[in-house]
C-alpha cells in the first residue's frame, strides 16, 4: 500500500506548487497577503501578488514586481494606498479583479463592470498582466492602466499618463504627472489636489511636436530607448542612444520626487547589485519648477537641493526654526515651530521685537515666491530690520540691492551655490515652542494663531473708530448717545451707497424673493452699473432683534474683504427704517439646493464644494485684516456661482474678534444640526465653532445626507447624519457613505480622508478641532490624517 500512496504524493505537490507559479490565473482563484504570489511564466521575470509595504506594519500592496533580482521593485500597484493583512484578490468573470479586505469590503477593482465576461487572467514575461475574455481578447491589461513606471514593449497613447507616489513607502497619488499630450509633447507637471482639472505648472517638455501630424504614441524600449512615435512610421528619440542595455532590465519611473529616471539592472545581478540611473529629467527639479501653485519640488516652507551624485535626484530639509509636520516625510511641508504674535512686537512691556526675535542667515538660499513687500535700493542692515520690525514678515530675501519680505507659506524653496541670494529667517528668541504630538494646535497656539493686528480693526469706519475712542475717554454711557445721535455709520468708501427707490425699482418693487432668513428676505434684482448687472438685494427685518448689529457686521466686515470663495457685497442702503444690502447674484442657487435635490451631484462636483467652502473660512480666520467668525455654516448659506464654485454668504451673524482677543462672548448664533457644543456651555467662542459647523457641513457633503433627516432611511441610524457616519467610521464600511456612488467608491482614499477630517471637526473639545488652514491641509492630502478620537465624552 506504500507505493501507490507516495505515487499519489507526488501527483498532488506539483499541482499545488503549479496553482501558485503558472503565468494563467484561473476565474474565481484566490490569493492572500499571506500566500506565495503568482508568478510569470516561462521565465520567472515577473511576480504578482502582495508585498509588504515596510517590515514594521502590517499593510500591503497588491502590485508586480522584478521577482529574480535581490531587489523586489514593485512596477505596477491596485490604485490604492495600502491593503491590511489578511487582504484577497480574486480573479473575478464580471470584475476581472476584487481586491477585498479581511472582511470581504472591497478595496479596489479595475472598475464596476467590463465589456465582457473574463475568461482568465495571464501575467506575461513583459510584467502585463492581462484580463481575457472568453473570444480570447484582451479586456483590460496593466500596460493600458500604468502607474508611475513603464516597461519595455510598453506603449502609452494620447491622453495617458504615469502618476508619482505620495512618498518612498506611501503608495498613493502624489504631486507628479508624465503625461503624453495631444500636441505630440511628453510633458511633467505638478497638481497639488489630485481632483483639480487643471495642472500648477509644466517643468519638462520633450519639444516634439508637430503639427503635421496628429496620431502620437510614447514608446519605450527593451534597450531604453524612450520616443515619440509619430503617425505610423517616424520615431523621435527622447533619451540618447546607448548600447549598454543589452544584458540588462530596464525601466522608466517617475520618481516621488518628480525626477523621470531610466533604470538598468544587470540581469545576472549579484546581491549588492542596484538600479543605475542613466538618464533624467529634468536636469534640475528645485529651479524647474516655477509658478504660483503648489510647494514646488519640496513642500511648503522646506527647502530643495540637487544630490551631488549625478543623479539629479533632489533633497529637502527644513530651515533653522522649523520642523516637519509630517516627520515620516523628509519631502513634504515644514511648520514653524513657534507662533509670532503680532502685538507682542508693538512695544509693549512684553518688549520690543528686538527683545522677542533674532534674525538667522542662510547663504545661497531663495524662495522666490510669497512676497508681501519689495524695497529696492535696500542695503543688508536695514533689509533684516525691515523684517524684524514688521510683525507680518517672516522671512525676507537678500540679492543685489533688493529685499523681498516675505510671509508664510513659502513655496519653491531652492538652495545651492549658484543662487545669488540670502535668506533673513525670523526665529523667536529664548527658546521655541514645542508643538503637541498629535499634530493639532494646542490652547496657547490657538490663542496665538487667532490674534490678528487690531491697527486695522473697523479701521475703515470713522463711525465706528469714533465710538471706540469715545468708550474709552467718556464710557459706555456715552457711547449709547453717539448712537442715537449719528444713526447712519460711514461705512466702506468702495461700496455704493443706494437709495431705497433705488433698490425698489431695481427689484421691480421687490416681487422676485429668491431667499429668505430668519430675519431678512432676499430678493433678485437689476441695477445700473456699467451696462446692468444681476445683483442678490438683502432686505433685513427692522423689527427682528439684533438687525442693527447684523447690519453693520456686514457692511463692515464684508465691505474689507475679498476672496473667490466669498460672495462679493456690492453696495448698502441705510434709509431711515430701510436696512438693505446689496450683493453679486449667485446664478445656482445655494449647496442646500444642489447637493440635496433628486439628482446628487458627482463626487468630484461635491469634493470641489468642500475645497471651496475650506479655502473660504481658511481666509476669515486667518487672513483677513480682521479675524472673522463666521457663526452660521451650514449649506444655505453656501452659494455657487457660474462655473459652481463654492462662495461663502450671509454674515449678518458673523462675529468680529479684536485685538488681544482669541475668544469672544456672544448670544447663541447658528442653525440646528450645525452648532457647536459650547454655544449652549455659557463659554467664549473662538474660530472652532465654524471648524465644527464645517465639519457637519463636510459629512452632509460626503454623503448627501441632511445632518438631521426628515425622514428615516432604511431604519433610524441616518437621522443624526454625524452619529451614522462615525458609526460607519468605527465599523470600517465607508463604502456604505457612498454605496450609490461608483465614482466615490473608486475614490476611497479621498473618501476615508474627507471623513477622518470631518470627525476631528466635530471633536466636543474645541482645542482638539484643527485649524481651518490644518484642515485644508488634511483634505488636500498635504500632511497625513491621524485616526481621529471618538468625538464625543462619555459623560
Known sequence: MAHPLLYLLFLVFPLHTLAQNTATIAVNQTLNTASEPWVSSPSGVFAFGFQKIQATEDQFMLCIWYANIPQRTIVWHANISAAPQGSTVRVDSSFGLILSDSEGNKLWSPGDGLSQVIDHAFLNDTGNLVLVGRDSTVVWDTFSHPTDTLLPTQEMEIGGMLISRRSEANFSQGRFYLRMLGDGNMVLSTKSVSTNLDFDSEYYNSGTSDPTISDYKLGFTELGSLYILK????????????????????????????????????KISTVNQIWSSNWSQPDNICTAIHGNYGSGACGYNNVCSIDDDNTKRPSCKCPQGYSLIDPSDEYGSCGINFVQICDESLGTERG??????????????????????????????????????????????????????KRLPLSNGVYGPNIAAKAFLKLRKNGLLEKQNNGFPDKKKDHGTLIVVGSVLLGSSVFINFLFITTTCLGFSFIYKSKIKKPNPSVQSNLHCFLYNELAKATNEFREEIGRGASAIVYKGEIPLGSGNIVAVKKLDRVAHDSEKEFKAEVNVIGQTHHKHLVRLLGYCNEGQHQLLVYEYMRNGSVASFLFSDLTPSWSERTKIAFGIAHGLTYLHEECNTQIIHCDIKPQNILLDEDYNARISDFGLAKLLRVNESRTHTNIRGTKGYVAPEWFRNNKVTVKVDVYSFGILLMEIITGQRSVGDIEIDGSDKVILADWVIDCFQEKRLDLLVENDAEALNDMEMVDRFVMTAIWCIQEDPSLRPTMRKVNQMLEGVVQVPVPPYPYSFT
Open 352 to 405: 520690543s521685537s528686538e527683545d522677542l526675535y533674532e534674525i538667522i542667515e542662510v547663504n545661497n538660499t531663495n524662495w522666490p515666491f510669497n512676497d508681501i513687500e519689495h524695497i529696492n535700493p535696500c542695503g543688508e542692515d536695514e533689509c533684516k530690520a525691515s523684517c524684524l520690525n514688521d510683525c507680518l514678515c517672516d522671512v525676507a530675501i537678500y540679492g543685489g540691492s533688493g529685499c523681498w519680505k
Open 231 to 266: 503617425g505610423s512610421n517616424k520615431t523621435v528619440e527622447i533619451t540618447p542612444p546607448r548600447s549598454i542595455y543589452s544584458g540588462s532590465y530596464v525601466r522608466l519611473s517617475l520618481n516621488f520626487d518628480g525626477v523621470l529616471s531610466l533604470y538598468s539592472i544587470p
